[in-house]
C-alpha cells in the first residue's frame, strides 16, 4: 500500500474560549485527495516546531486572525484587525523550514496573506476600507456558493492545472495581498484587481489562495484539483 504523504495543518485559534480548532474541510480535503493531515498544537518552541516540521511532508496554512501588520511595517489603524503573535512566530517558523527542506506549502485565505507578508509583501488592512470595490470579498453563509470570479494568468501552474482563465469562487476576507512579495508570483486576480492566488517560481511547490476551497472541494472539481495537485507534491 503507498504511504500516505503526512501534511501539517496549522491550526486555528479561538481566543474566547482560549482554545484551538479547526474547519472539517481542510482535513477531509487533504484526506480525499489522498493525505493524511494532522493538526498541529499552537507553540512557539523551536524543538517542537523543528520536530513537526521534520515528521510531515508538506504543510496547509490555514485561515483565521489577520496577521499582524507588524510584520509587513504597518500597524493596526482598523478596529476589526485582530491578531494571533504566537500563531505568526509559528507559521513563520514553519514557512522558513518548509522552503529550507523543500517541502510543498499550500495556503489559503489568511494563509496567502501569511507567506506574502513573512517574504516581505505588504497587504490591505481592510478591503472594504482601502479599496474602491464592488466585489463581494466577505460574503455570507453559504460558503460554497461561489460569488465572484478570478482571472487565471496563462503560464500559471494553476492556469496548467486548471485548464481555464476565469474560475468563480468562494470568498470570505477582509484583507488581501497589495504589494507582491519578490519570491511569489500571481496567478490570478479578481476583477478588482486584488492578487487572489500565487505561487513561488523557485520551488517545487508553494502555492496559495485567497478563496476557500476547503467548503468548495466537494461541490466543484476545481477546489478538489487543487488539493490533488498539493498533495501529489507531497509524495
Same mark, same amino acid.
Given at each position: ?15 474566547? %474560549?482560549?482554545? &484551538?480548532?479547526?474547519?472539517? !474541510? ?5 484526506? /480525499?485527495? $489522498? #493525505? ?66 523543500? %517541502?510543498?506549502? &499550500?495556503?489559503?485565505?489568511? !494563509? ?5 507578508? /513573512?517574504? $516581505? #509583501? ?114
Amino acid at each position: 500500500m503507498k504511504r500516505k504523504p503526512v501534511i501539517g495543518v496549522l491550526p486555528l485559534w479561538d481566543e474566547k %474560549k482560549d482554545s &484551538l480548532w479547526m474547519l472539517p !474541510g481542510y482535513m477531509n480535503g487533504i484526506i /480525499a485527495a $489522498g #493525505g493524511l493531515p494532522i493538526m498541529f498544537p499552537l507553540t512557539d518552541d523551536k524543538e517542537i516546531i523543528n520536530r513537526m516540521v521534520d515528521i510531515c511532508d508538506g504543510f496547509l496554512f490555514t485561515g483565521g486572525q489577520d496577521v499582524s501588520p507588524e510584520i509587513y511595517g504597518q500597524t493596526a489603524v482598523y478596529d476589526n484587525i485582530v491578531c494571533c503573535k504566537e500563531r505568526d512566530i509559528m507559521e513563520r517558523s514553519v514557512l522558513q523550514q518548509a522552503l529550507i527542506f523543500e %517541502k510543498p506549502v &499550500l495556503g489559503i485565505c489568511r !494563509g496567502i496573506q501569511f507567506i506574502n507578508a /513573512a517574504l $516581505g #509583501g505588504t497587504l490591505y488592512l481592510d478591503i472594504p476600507s482601502e479599496v474602491k470595490s464592488d466585489i463581494e470579498h466577505h460574503q455570507s453563509p453559504p460558503y460554497d456558493v461561489p460569488v465572484h470570479s478570478v482571472k487565471i494568468e496563462k503560464g500559471t501552474p494553476l492556469f496548467k492545472l486548471l485548464q481555464k482563465q476565469e474560475l468563480d469562487v468562494n470568498s470570505y476576507h477582509h484583507q488581501g495581498v497589495k504589494e507582491l512579495a519578490p519570491q511569489l508570483k500571481a496567478m490570478a486576480r479578481s476583477e478588482d484587481g486584488i492578487v487572489e492566488a500565487v505561487y513561488m517560481p523557485l520551488r517545487k511547490f508553494v502555492w496559495a489562495v485567497q478563496w476557500h476551497p476547503e467548503f468548495s472541494y466537494i461541490s466543484d472539481r476545481s477546489s478538489f484539483l487543487i488539493f490533488e495537485e498539493f498533495i501529489k507534491n507531497c509524495i
